[in-house]
């Protein structure tokens, strides 16, 4: 362990990327850890974790506002708003008791704030996305030793599993138009971008190149697919604080454009982080002094 002198300052910075500038712009920064910015449906503020707590940035006047979510007060970075703008899913640590695990479950609230209701009754269960229509939850979870793809009504009930393979599938997230699910998985012999239809069928592997290839994120006008790639091969593990890019694909012909290359990786942009008008989308990079 480093001494407290030694030990690096982490910087985080909250950052905008524009399609049309081609420019990125930073919106935040703290001598401190936050992760995983979402941008609120009427484009006033992003919201991001930090400390198990969830934080709004308005991007008008800078400031930073708590969001109230009553007793869940280990929330990770697995969190987003739904598509009528009226509701946040997130994904909080809950403790180990006498009558169940602990572990990460799925929880609604209003936007607004207010006391979680819990989604998914087991755990470990990361939150990725909603569907258009508010109805359904995608999320990645491990059952029996397997991490794989699942969705769930907004109400609870039964979870219904989408993926059978072997190794690390995460980072579900539907398409505009409620027509697919876009994910990375490790199952082709490394990590890379696949598409598969909302019912779970006909997966199609749509990257295939040396990165390590996660989370992927459609545009709200289904143009573009905008997602984090680590520079190294990072088996299943999306570690921190490592040299990554975010790379930027045109879902018309599949085309990818690498726009920036940076330290990050967990936490940079692990949930749906695009603009309303999907003229841009928030991502966070880490300098550590």
Known sequence: QLNAQETPVLISNLEIYSLETEKRSLVWSEKAHFEAPNWSTDGSYLLINQQGKLYKIFLEDGQKEVLYTANATQCNNDHGISFNGKLLAISNND???????????????????GAPKRV????????HGWSPDDRWLVYTAERNGEYDIYRIGLEGGAEEKLTDFQGLQ???????????IYYNSAHSGSMEIWRMDANGKNHTQITKDQFSN??????PDGKFLVYLSYLKDQG????PLKAVALRLMDLKNQSIK???TFTGGQGTINVPSWSPDSKHFAFVSYVQE
């Open 95 to 113: 403790p180990k008791t006498n009558a169940e695990a602990g572990g990460s479950r799925i929880y609604v609230l209003p936007i607004s704030g």
């Open 236 to 239: 299943e593990n999306h570690p």
């Open 258 to 260: 690498t726009l920036y």
């Open 214 to 219: 996660w989370f992927p994120h459609p545009s």
């Open 170 to 180: 995460d980072g579900p997230e539907y398409s505009p138009d409620g027509k697919y």
């Open 120 to 127: 998914t009754p087991k755990s470990p269960s990361y939150w």
